[in-house]
């Protein structure tokens, strides 16, 4: 089963995260959230940092949360070590993009829903 990382995700049921978390397990992908401050999402148990995560790889790690934000967290990103990044409009992040990219990760600027309802995930 691919492991998606979905950095922002909200329990709000009207946030693009909250959505693609539903979306993600609903066609079979394990969805980790990740999230300062909720505790559940979709009725997974959240991250409170990417550092917290188990040990395992990444196949996914979708963005939804802004460069001001993604910024402090370059370190833990580029050691998570995601085969590919996805950044969900206004997630862009020039300064991340080029590292992973330096780093032979994947990037994409997308939307993780467009891509999941069209085949293209």
Not at 90 to 112: D, H, R, W
Request: glycine share 4%.
């Amino acid at each position: 089963m691919k492991q998606v990382v979905v950095l922002g995700a909200s329990s709000n049921p009207s946030r693009y995260s909250n959505m693609a978390m539903r979306e993600l397990k609903a066609r079979g992908f394990s969805a980790l959230p990740v999230h300062p401050r909720e505790t559940v999402v979709e009725g997974e148990k959240v991250w409170p940092h990417l550092s917290k995560l188990p040990a395992m790889e990444v196949d996914t790690l979708t963005m939804y949360v802004s460069e001001s934000l993604s910024t402090p967290l370059i370190e833990a990103i580029l050691k998570l070590a995601p085969k590919r990044v996805i950044f969900n409009p206004g997630s862009e992040n020039p300064t991340l993009q080029k590292l992973l990219s330096e780093q032979g990760i994947e990037v994409l600027e997308a939307c993780t829903l467009v891509m999941l309802r069209t085949g293209q995930f």
